[in-house]
């Protein structure tokens, strides 16, 4: 139950400070006419009543351990609180060395007129604090459950509670790159949102709806209409319950660039499962261009997934070696090299783009003995730097019945 080490030590400093306050009072009891000061209090009287206010503290510290333990909350929790006892006790303890001496009067004084100028620039950050909450519980601009952003601090998080002093968000994003809750708790002080912009995703918590987008590019030659029923059928279906709600309908925005056409479907969407329905939107539309022929995606520097394809089937040898044509694995192949460390990866970074539009060419060894490469060399060494486990390859015959 709690920190056996934090335990121990505050029952040894409450022990010291008891028989230290034990010890001067048995000895003001003893010697009552010795060092007595302008309040009336003796010397060891006062002393004695030090060390039991600061007993006292340990105290108070040692039962708020207990307590919190209980709760089984940290024991770096009751060391905050405790720190904050011991603070007490000091002043305390300054008082009563000032009542001690006399100089009670001439202290309230002089901390009167500190107090009074330490308090009005330390409580200003608090007192500002305690206005914006007093603003946002009678405005309520936002409230717990919302979803806000704060873009001078780049901030988007749920309120999960307004207090005095903060306002608690369970931060959206951050540790990832989406806009779904992370469990990840900032606290925001109040005084901040007076200079601070506040967007507010959720206004209406009953109807928590925002506009979100898709956007998909489709080759020139792709059926339009076909493409745009495709989009259109899939967020309806997704977010059916929304438009039933709202009554606004996906639509679409569309827009031309380099190699093919944007579409940017629109719709509805629940504002903190925006990333859920847009991830299920493009599963669909993704599925049902597999299936449609006549619609096909743009992908830069091959113009499209087919005409890639279609491209390296074009490519392949058109002698009677294209009937040999297979894929084997890269560990059987004998390595080639050295070669230029920046023309490989170059040729690397190519392939990636474009895929292998020509296959080697290999001998096959004697039995047991790893191919060779009788042409593309350098492809090899590039499709392995990628990570290829096999590779497209003309085989022929053994090398001592070639002729290359």
Not at 249 to 267: C, E, T
Request: charged share 20%.
């Amino acid at each position: 139950m709690g920190s056996p080490g934090f335990s121990s030590k505050t029952l040894r400093l409450i022990g010291f400070w008891g028989a230290v306050a034990t010890l001067f009072l048995l000895v003001d009891h003893l010697l009552p006419e010795t060092a007595v000061l302008p309040s009336g209090m003796s010397l060891f009287e006062l002393a004695g009543l030090i060390a039991g206010i600061c007993g006292l503290a340990e105290v108070f510290t040692f039962a708020t351990h207990q307590f919190l333990a209980h709760r089984n909350r940290p024991p770096v929790e009751s060391a905050m609180i405790g720190r904050q006892y011991r603070l007490a006790s000091i002043l305390a303890a300054l008082l009563v060395i000032t009542y001690g001496l006399g100089r009670l009067e001439s202290l309230g004084t002089g901390l009167a007129a500190l107090g009074g100028m330490f308090l009005g620039w330390s409580l200003q950050a608090p007192v500002s604090g305690f206005a914006a909450w007093v603003l946002v519980s009678l405005k309520r601009p936002f409230r717990p459950g919302d979803r806000i952003q704060l873009p001078n601090l780049g901030l988007v998080g749920d309120v999960k509670d307004i207090g005095a002093m903060y306002t608690v968000l369970d931060q959206v994003g951050g540790s990832i790159g989406s806009e779904e809750a992370v469990g990840r708790h900032v606290l925001v002080p109040n005084a901040m949102l007076f200079s601070q912009v506040v967007i507010n995703y959720t206004v209406a918590q009953d109807a928590a709806y925002m506009l979100d987008e898709v956007v998909v590019r489709i080759t020139y030659d792709s059926d339009w209409k076909i493409a745009e029923k495709i989009l259109l059928d899939a967020a309806i279906d997704v977010t059916r319950p929304i438009v039933e709600a709202t009554g606004v309908k996906p639509y679409i925005r569309s827009d031309l660039y380099d190699y093919g056409v944007y579409l940017r479907l629109r719709y509805q969407t629940y504002a903190k499962d925006r990333t859920q329905i847009a991830s299920e939107i493009n599963k669909r539309i993704f599925n049902d261009f597999q299936r449609t022929p006549s619609v096909d995606l743009a992908i830069p520097y091959i113009y499209s997934y087919r005409a890639g394809a279609d491209r390296k089937e074009q490519d392949l040898p058109t002698d009677k070696d294209a009937a040999f044509v297979e894929s084997i694995e890269v560990a059987h192949v004998r390595e080639p090299g050295p070669f230029d460390e920046k023309e490989i990866e170059a040729l690397a970074r190519s392939i990636e783009r474009k895929g292998l539009l020509q296959p080697i060419v290999v001998s096959r060894g004697p039995d047991g003995e790893p191919f060779e490469i009788l042409a593309g060399d350098k492809r090899f060494a590039a499709c392995k730097r990628l990570g290829w486990k096999s590779i497209p390859a003309v085989v022929r015959g053994h090398t001592s019945n070639v002729n290359v």
